[in-house]
């Protein structure tokens, strides 16, 4: 959601100053105005490339397909927030200390002045370290996570949720990023899972995909994945492919339906591959552009609560002509 700054305008007539007490106050003018802020990579369509010389003048950002006016541009100058959210389900058990060591390195191509916040989740999340610049702290966190389990079930979109949430509550000047640790496979289903779940995540209070989607939209937060397998999460997605009632039961957060609606991205790889994966995805983060503008129309009312309202970035032609063939990441719009 676009970060909103509200002015208050208290306006006191001269003639008011020596006011008896039981006269009313002065009125209380409140004006809304909102800035949208919007994280953008632009790729080369073919290597996927960054590219990363582009000028505030080269982009065009549009509101339910209205042009704006770009009124802050930057790159690599907000810090990061990030949540490290880890997947403790069965299925991730086998591949959990690799899952591990990758987040252990991404640490590495943070910035000093970077928040980092760890998470666990099966049926609910569990806070294993509040959002901290302190390495030590942020990897003790990691190890604890590496080493724990759970027989419940994955409830991804409680995950995503909360961790949107716990970003949320950080700093509002920062870029807020979750980092997902998983292999985007529910628990393989099986007739105790639901007693198991509801010990700690009652039904009723369970939040959905279009919640944890929307709850990222509003907050601006990235969703990137970090998606190992192992032979259970191949297995698992197996069977919930041949049975679509268990996996109704089991209700999976598709990753790649998260990243393209914030602008993310999704790594799948080999533990070969992860630690230049893994700098290529915190180097993409650090230099994304940073866009904001102020919503035409300005002001809004009651009517328009929780509107969502489209975002597309674009580049201008003649960026286009000199970049070539790209595509753009950026969050595809957000709710008033």
Partial sequence: MGTRVLLALLLIAPSLLHAQTNESQAPVFRLDVHVVSVDAQVLNKKTRHAQRELKQDDFEIYEDNARQQITAFSQDTLPLSVVLLFDLTDSVRPVLKTLAEGAIEALQHLKPEDKVTV??????????????????????????????????AAFFNEGIFQAADALAKGDSASRRVIIWLTDNVPNIPADSVPARFRKSMPLEKVHSQQDAMKHALQTGTVVCSLIKQSDESVQGEQQLISHPVDRMLHPPGEVYKYASATGGQVIEFKKKELQEKLTALIDDLRMRYSIAYHPSGGQTGKKNKDKFCSIKVKLTPEARKSAGEVVIEARQGYYR
Avoid: G, N, P, W
């Fill in 119 to 152: 998470m666990v989740y099966a049926a609910s999340t569990q806070v294993l370290q509040e959002a901290t610049t302190d390495r030590s702290l942020a990897v003790a966190a990691i190890e604890k996570a590496s080493r724990m389990e759970s027989e419940e």
